[in-house]
C-alpha cells in the first residue's frame, strides 16, 4: 500500500512539472486534463462517502507523527464535489480567457499555481492530522498567492499580493497554536483530539481560537481585509474559484470544529450568529457603494459568508436548546447557501471577467449599454444577480427560505431571550436581501442597460465560446437547485443528520411541502417569461420594429453624462452605510484668485472602513516600532556573532536555572 501511495505521490508531482515543458498555447488545456485527473478519483471518493461507504486510504507514513490518511466522511464529499465542478468550468474557462497571453513566465506561474491550488483544496477536505492538515493549507494559500500575483507587473499588486499572504499565515498560525494546545492536552495528532478534549474542558474559548484561524480564509467581519482587494486583481477565472470554493474551506474548518462540540454550544451560537449579521451587513453596504464591478462581487461574497455564519450560529443555539428542527434548520440553510454561493458567484466573476475582456475596464462609471453588443454575456449576468438576490425563481430563494422557515420555527416557543435574538436576525436577513437587490440592480443596470459612457463601452473584442459555455453550465445547475429542491433538502439533511443533529427531523414534511410549493411556484415564473419572450417574438416577427428615441423631457442635446452614475444611484444608502463605509475624496477647490473657474471634478473613492481605521493605523505603528530596532543591524560580522553567542547564553541560564 505505501509503495502505491508512493507512486501517487510521485505521479502527482511529475504532473504537476510537466507543464514547465508544454508550449504556451498548451498550458491551458493541460491545466483542465489535469484539473479533470484530479477531479475524477477524489469525486469517486466523495461519492463512496455520501453513500455511506467507510474511506480511509493510508498516504504517508511520518516518524514522531505517525501516519497521514486520506479520509472523506459525508461533509468531505460535499465539500470536494463543489470543488471540482468549480474548477473544473473555471479551468475551462481559462482556455480562453488566457488566450492571448504570451508570456512564458507568467503562463508558467498561472498553470503550476492553478493546479496547485486545486489538489491543495482537496487534501484540505481529505487530511484530518494536523501535520497533513496544515500543509494541504499551505499548499492551497501559496498556491492561490501567486495566482493573485500573476499581474505583478501592474502597479499596486504586490502589495495587495503579500497583505493576503501574511493574513493568510495569521489565520495558520491561529490554527496551528490550536493544533499544538490539543496534542498537549490530549497527546493526539488527529481530528479526534477535538472530541477528547471537548470531553473534558470547556468547548467555548478552544473553538473561536479556531474560528479566527478559519474566519481570516472564509473573510468574517473584521477579518475580511484581503478579501476585497485580493480576488479583483486575480485573473477571473481564478477569482471565481477563490471567492466560489476557496473561501468556503473556511467554513468547512468551522463546520468541523463544530461536529465535534460537546457543551456551550448555546453561547457559540449566539456570538456566531451576531458575527454573521455584522458580516452580512457590512459586506453588502461596502458592496454597494464600489465602482469597481470585481470588488462589488468580492464585497457581496462577505455578504454571503455572513449569511452562512447566520445558519451555522442558528444550528449552534438549536443544538444548545435541543431544538432538532431549529438545529437541522439552520445546517441545512448554511450547507444549502454555501452550495448556491458555489454557483451563482463563479457565474458573476465569469460574467465579470467577460465583461473586462471585452471592455478592458471594471469600472463601472465607464461602461454602460454592453446589452446590446453583449446580450449572452448580459443575460447570464442577469440570472446570476437574480439567484445572488435571493429572489424566486431561482436557488438563492431556498437556502434563504430555509433560513426564514428555521426562524419562523422557533418563534413560536416560550424562550424571550432567543425569539428577541431571531427577531434581529429576521430584521437584518430581510435588510440584506433588500440591499443585495439595489445593489445589483446597479451591478447590471450600470453595466448593461443604458449608452456607453466612454468609448471602452463601445470598441469591444469578442468573448470566446470557453468562456460562455463555463457560465450556462453554472446556469445549469443553479435551476437544477430549484427544480429539484427536496432532492439537495435530503441529500443535506443525511449530512447534518450524521454529524449534528443525530434525533432526525420533526418538520420534514413541512418543510417538503414548502419546498414543492416554491417549485410550483418558481416553474410559473419560468413559465411567464418563456410564454412573454415568445409573445414577444411573434410580435416582432408580424409586425417588425420601429426605432425611435423616447423623449427626453424637452432636452434635445442628451448625451452620456444625463444618465445614473455608481455614486449618484447609491447617493441615498451612503447616510445608511456611514461608519460601515469609508470615502477618499479627491477635489481641486477653487481658489481665490480664480476669476473664471475652470473645469472641476470630484472623484469619490470607497474604501474598508476596518482597513482604514484599523489595519493601516495597526501597520504604521508597527512599522515605527520595528524600525526603532535597526540600531542592532551594525553591518559588522563581529556584532552579528556577539548576538548569536547571547542568545546560546540566555538559553543556556534559562535551562539551567529550570526556567524552560
Request: hydrophobic share 55%; aromatic share 14%.
Amino acid at each position: 500500500m505505501w509503495h502505491s501511495t508512493l507512486f501517487w505521490i510521485a505521479l502527482q508531482i511529475g504532473l504537476q512539472l510537466l507543464v514547465i515543458l508544454l508550449p504556451t498555447r498548451l498550458k491551458t488545456a493541460y491545466v483542465l486534463a489535469l484539473v479533470l485527473f484530479n477531479t475524477i478519483w477524489s469525486s469517486q471518493l466523495a461519492f463512496l462517502a455520501l453513500l455511506q461507504e467507510s474511506i480511509a486510504w493510508p498516504l504517508l507514513r511520518v516518524p514522531v507523527i505517525g501516519d497521514l490518511t486520506l479520509a472523506v466522511d459525508t461533509l468531505s464529499g460535499f465539500f470536494i464535489l463543489i470543488i471540482n465542478f468549480t474548477t473544473t468550468l473555471a479551468a475551462v474557462y481559462g482556455i480562453g480567457y488566457m488566450a492571448d497571453q504570451r508570456i512564458r513566465v507568467n503562463m508558467n506561474l498561472y498553470a503550476l499555481s492553478f493546479q496547485s491550488m486545486h489538489l491543495g483544496m482537496l487534501l484540505v477536505c481529505m487530511l484530518h492530522h494536523f501535520f497533513g492538515f496544515l500543509m494541504a493549507w499551505e499548499l492551497m494559500s501559496l498556491a492561490s498567492f501567486f495566482l493573485v500575483l500573476y499581474d505583478y507587473e501592474k502597479p499596486g499588486i504586490l502589495s495587495i499580493a503579500m497583505k493576503y499572504l501574511i493574513q493568510m499565515h495569521l489565520g495558520v498560525l491561529a490554527i496551528l497554536v490550536g493544533f499544538l494546545w490539543l496534542y498537549k492536552q490530549t497527546g493526539l495528532f488527529e481530528f479526534v483530539a477535538f472530541q477528547t478534549y471537548f470531553a473534558k474542558n470547556p468547548n467555548l474559548p478552544l473553538f473561536f481560537l479556531f474560528f479566527v484561524g478559519f474566519g481570516i480564509k472564509a473573510g468574517f467581519f473584521p477579518l475580511h481585509t484581503w478579501l476585497p482587494e485580493a480576488h479583483p486583481v486575480a485573473p477571473a477565472q481564478v477569482s471565481a474559484v477563490m471567492s466560489g470554493v476557496m473561501i468556503k474551506l473556511g467554513l468547512y474548518g468551522i463546520l468541523r470544529v463544530a461536529t465535534y462540540l460537546q457543551q456551550d454550544a448555546l453561547y457559540i451560537g449566539i456570538i456566531v450568529i451576531v458575527i454573521g449579521m455584522l458580516t452580512a451587513l457590512y459586506g453588502i453596504l461596502n458592496a454597494l457603494m464600489q465602482h469597481d464591478l470585481k470588488k462589488l462581487l468580492a464585497f457581496s461574497s462577505i455578504e454571503n459568508i455572513g449569511i452562512v455564519g447566520i445558519g451555522i450560529g442558528m444550528g449552534l443555539i438549536g443544538m444548545g436548546l435541543k431544538d432538532s428542527t431549529m438545529a437541522s434548520l439552520g445546517f441545512i440553510g448554511a450547507l444549502m447557501h454555501i452550495l448556491n454561493h458555489s454557483m451563482f458567484k463563479p457565474l458573476l466573476f465569469m460574467g465579470a471577467g467577460s465583461v473586462y475582456k471585452a471592455s478592458h475596464t471594471r469600472n463601472i462609471e465607464l461602461l454602460g449599454g454592453l446589452i446590446h453588443r453583449m446580450p449572452i454575456s448580459a443575460t447570464l449576468f442577469l440570472v446570476g444577480s437574480i439567484a445572488i438576490c435571493g429572489l424566486p425563481p431561482l436557488n438563492g430563494f431556498v437556502s434563504e427560505f430555509l433560513l426564514f422557515q428555521g426562524i419562523f420555527e422557533r418563534l413560536n416557543a416560550t424562550n424571550v431571550s432567543s425569539e428577541v435574538l431571531l427577531l434581529i436576525t429576521l430584521i437584518a436577513l430581510t435588510l440584506v436581501g433588500g440591499l443585495s437587490i439595489f445593489t445589483f440592480t446597479k451591478a447590471f443596470g450600470l453595466t448593461f442597460l443604458g449608452v456607453p459612457r466612454s468609448a471602452q463601452a463601445t470598441q469591444l473584442t469578442p468573448v470566446s465560446a470557453w468562456m460562455l459555455a463555463p457560465q450556462v453550465g453554472l446556469v445549469i445547475g443553479l435551476v437544477s437547485i430549484i427544480l429539484l429542491p427536496d432532492v439537495y433538502f435530503t441529500f443535506f439533511l443525511e449530512i447534518v443528520g450524521n454529524l449534528f443533529v443525530q434525533e432526525g427531523y420533526a418538520a420534514k414534511g413541512k418543510v417538503f411541502f414548502a419546498l414543492e410549493g416554491d417549485t410550483y411556484i418558481s416553474l410559473v415564473f419560468l413559465c411567464i417569461i418563456v410564454v412573454l419572450f415568445a409573445l414577444r417574438s411573434w410580435v416582432v416577427r408580424r409586425f417588425g420594429q420601429r426605432f425611435g428615441s423616447t423623449w427626453g423631457c424637452g432636452y434635445v442635446a442628451g448625451n452620456t453624462r444625463m444618465q445614473y452614475t455608481s455614486n449618484s444611484y447609491a447617493h441615498y444608502f451612503r447616510r445608511l452605510g456611514k461608519g460601515a463605509v469609508s470615502y477618499r475624496e479627491t477635489y481641486q477647490p477653487m481658489t481665490s484668485l480664480e476669476i473664471f473657474p475652470k473645469e472641476r471634478s470630484l472623484e469619490v473613492e470607497p474604501t474598508d472602513t476596518v482597513e482604514t481605521n484599523l489595519i493601516q493605523p495597526s501597520t504604521k505603528k508597527l512599522s515605527w516600532l520595528l524600525q526603532q530596532f535597526a540600531i542592532i543591524q551594525t553591518g559588522r560580522t563581529q556584532s552579528y556573532i556577539m548576538y548569536a553567542f547571547l542568545f546560546i547564553l540566555i538559553l543556556f541560564l534559562l535551562t539551567f536555572f529550570q526556567f524552560i
